[in-house]
């Protein structure tokens, strides 16, 4: 826009120069003309003489006018002179016979031959100074002071626009990653007030559905749990010692099942706060602490990073989901290799390795799935109840990033765990 402006405001101060250039020229040519016109021819050389102590102008009598040249030359001062020439019969000047002009841009001179009517030509050379448009210092410094001026306004416009749209994007990313993000004030223009509160109104429907969910989950615990008992009771009375003991398992991993859901909703209920921690020691703990569950295991489990990594995030919520995966790879793998990657774009990576069998591909996903067991049976040795994934998911998820499993091409599981910082 400035560039095109400053080319309009170029060909028009152009046009404007030409036009004071041929008339300043013009004047000059054409006193010379009538100067020397109205002398008489022996004395014409004498002035001349004296008219080329003038600056910026020569003078001269010849027999012959200015070599080479054409009409259309200099088509506003050639038109200026003819009409100025045309006008001198009437202060007493004989009538012009003949024009010649010749342009030397490369000297920027400018020779014009008027043919006297006594026979010679008088021959003038004048300066013509190139025309520059932008030559004035005062037009460069305001020119540069607008456009800055410009610029500055228009970004400032464009920021001043667009904050309200960064704020919602910012706040849609918090709700993604907490669905008890704090709600976006509604001030501002009605628009942005408006989209403000559509998004509050969104934020808390949100909010209510995932906590009916949660409630739902942990009301119906206690619920099943006195059938349960009163089952169990029951089953002692079965005389069959073997359909006994089966009915008993039964009805163990049908509490725990209960159990862990109970777990898995009060996790998914409670607020913990987000908070500054050192991932790389969380790392160490974890494996610590399955090291001395699994002190078979111990001496295959390793760490690989840097010794400090701050993030932000929910401690104990974050504990639990590594500490989930590590004892998945010890259980099903017999060993834990942990990297911690540190941030880039953003995003700190966790690695967890194992060399052990391996998932199906078609289980990849549904491992993911609540109480979706590799084995089916849910007895206390080989694990819980298949909610260790779900779970993990669930808080990497809360917190914008993921845990996805994929196959060693050299054998057994590697879990990637994102976690945006
Ligand atoms: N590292 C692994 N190697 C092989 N199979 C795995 C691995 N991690 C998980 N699995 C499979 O995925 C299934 C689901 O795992 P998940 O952690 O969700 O439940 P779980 O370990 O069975 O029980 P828990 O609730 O105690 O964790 C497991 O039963 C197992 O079959
Ligand atoms: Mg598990």
Not at 68 to 78: C, H, L, R, V
Not at 325 to 332: E, F, G, I, R
Request: charge should be neutral; include cysteine; charged fraction near 25%.
């Amino acid at each position: 826009m400035q560039i095109a402006g400053l080319g309009i405001h170029a060909l028009d101060r152009l046009d404007a120069l030409r036009l004071a250039q041929a008339r300043e020229i013009a004047v000059r040519v054409i006193g010379t003309y009538r100067t020397v016109m109205m002398t008489a021819p022996e004395r014409r050389a004498a002035v001349l003489e004296e008219l080329r102590r003038a600056p910026g102008l020569t003078a001269e009598l010849a027999k012959d006018p200015p070599a080479a040249g054409s009409d259309d030359e200099w088509p506003f001062g050639q038109r200026l002179l003819r009409v100025n020439l045309n006008l001198m019969p009437l202060m007493g000047v004989p009538r012009w016979h003949g024009l010649r002009v010749v342009t030397d841009h490369s000297r920027h001179l400018l020779f014009i031959g008027m043919h006297i009517p006594d026979g010679d030509w008088l021959n003038l050379s004048v300066p013509m100074e190139p025309l520059r448009p932008w030559h004035s210092p005062q037009f460069l410094v305001a020119f540069v002071l607008m456009t800055v001026t410009a610029a500055g306004l228009t970004l400032w416009a464009v920021r001043r626009l667009t904050a309200p749209v960064r704020t919602l994007a910012a706040a849609a990313e918090a709700l993604g990653r907490d669905v008890n993000a704090p709600p976006l004030p509604e001030g501002g223009p009605s628009e942005v007030a408006t989209a403000a509160a559509a998004f509050n109104t969104m934020a808390a429907r949100i909010r209510r559905f995932v906590e009916d969910r949660t409630e739902l989950l942990t009301a119906i615990g206690p619920d099943l749990r006195t059938p349960i008992t009163r089952l169990k009771l029951r089953a002692e009375f079965v005389e069959d010692e073997e359909q006994r003991g089966k009915m008993l398992a039964d009805l163990e991993e049908l509490e725990a099942m209960v159990s862990a859901t109970l777990a898995f909703g009060r996790d998914a209920r409670t607020t913990e706060p987000v908070v500054s921690l050192d991932l790389a020691e969380l790392l160490r703990t974890v494996l610590d602490e399955t090291g001395d569950a699994w002190p078979d295991a111990a001496a295959k489990l390793g760490y690989q990073g840097p010794p400090h990594l701050t993030v932000r995030a929910r401690s104990l919520a974050l504990k639990r989901a590594l500490a989930n995966l590590v004892s998945n790879a010890v259980t099903y793998g017999g060993c834990a290799r942990v990297t911690l990657i540190p941030p880039t774009d953003g995003v700190v990576v966790i690695t967890v390795e194992d060399d052990g069998p391996g998932i199906a591909p078609s289980e990849l996903e549904r491992v993911f799935e609540p109480f979706h067991r590799g084995e089916p049976s849910r007895n206390r040795e080989t694990g819980g109840v298949g909610l260790g994934l779900p779970i993990a998911r669930n808080i990497l998820r809360a917190h914008g990033g993921d845990v996805v499993l994929a196959n060693r091409p050299m054998g057994g599981v590697k879990a990637t765990l994102t976690l945006p910082v």
